[in-house]
T-cell receptor
Framework: DAGVTQSPTHLIKTRGQQVTLRCSPK?????VSWYQQALGQGPQFIFQ???????QRGNFPDRFSGHQFPNYSSELNVNALLLGDSALYLC?????????????FGQGTRLTVV | SQQGEEDPQALSIQEGENATMNCSYKTSINNLQWYRQNSGRGLVHLIL?????REKHSGRLRVTLDTSKKSSSLLITASRAADTASYFC????????????FGPGTRLSVLP
């Protein structure tokens, strides 16, 4: 049973560019959330997708957008990249109708903006 | 807003000793989960404790939850060098387990 998979593993972009990160949830999971983790800090919640809609959003600007596909996979898009967007981006999945509420995380995508 | 905040920020112990980490939060929660992260990689789920539970065990892990004090603790017994990692608590508002608030984590170093 594959866990949460993210691609790519590492990415280098130039300031002002746009980036798309991808996430496939754990089998049986229907909800995907994205987090940003700066070096030495805890993850910060960006947003959550369920039934192809954004359900909750953290304190992130509109430059951060996402999408969820019918197969529950998700993308995170960041426009007009800033140096401060350099971070580890983590995807988490869970089953919204499940009794147990554990969220499982992928290995993350390390984004470097230069 | 609610916030999970771990204490201490860093902990260094010898192999075989026990390690205790604490987490405090601000608002009512549905559940609290502990995660481990090795060297900036993905978070590994360790244990979930619900607001109506006071203690849970999983192997060498023991988690307690005191909702009156809005705090939780994670005890790792008989620590090993492989336990060296950052540990985070995450508070969940509902049963869907997604919108977590993480603290800065506790960096545990287990020395051989």
């Amino acid at each position: 049973d594959a866990g949460v998979t993210q691609s790519p593993t590492h990415l280098i972009k130039t300031r002002g560019q746009q980036v798309t990160l991808r996430c496939s949830p754990k089998s049986g999971h229907d909800t995907v959330s994205w987090y940003q983790q700066a070096l030495g800090q805890g993850p910060q919640f960006i947003f959550q997708y369920y039934e192809e809609e954004e359900r909750q959003r953290g304190n992130f600007p509109d430059r951060f957008s996402g999408h969820q596909f019918p197969n529950y996979s998700s993308e995170l898009n960041v426009n007009a990249l800033l140096l401060g967007d350099s971070a580890l981006y983590l995807c988490a999945s869970s089953r919204i109708t499940g009794v147990r509420a554990e969220a499982f995380f992928g290995q993350g995508t390390r984004l470097t903006v230069v | 807003s609610q916030q999970g905040e771990e204490d201490p920020q860093a902990l260094s112990i010898q192999e075989g000793e026990n390690a205790t980490m604490n987490c405090s939060y601000k608002t009512s929660i549905n559940n609290l989960q502990w995660y481990r992260q090795n060297s900036g990689r993905g978070l590994v789920h360790l244990i979930l404790i619900r607001s109506n539970e006071r203690e849970k065990h999983s192997g060498r892990l023991r988690v307690t939850l005191d909702t009156s004090k809005k705090s939780s603790s994670l005890l790792i017994t008989a620590s090993r060098a492989a336990d060296t990692a950052s540990y985070f608590c995450a508070t969940g508002l509902d049963n869907y387990g997604q919108n977590f608030v993480f603290g800065p984590g506790t960096r545990l170093s287990v020395l051989p």
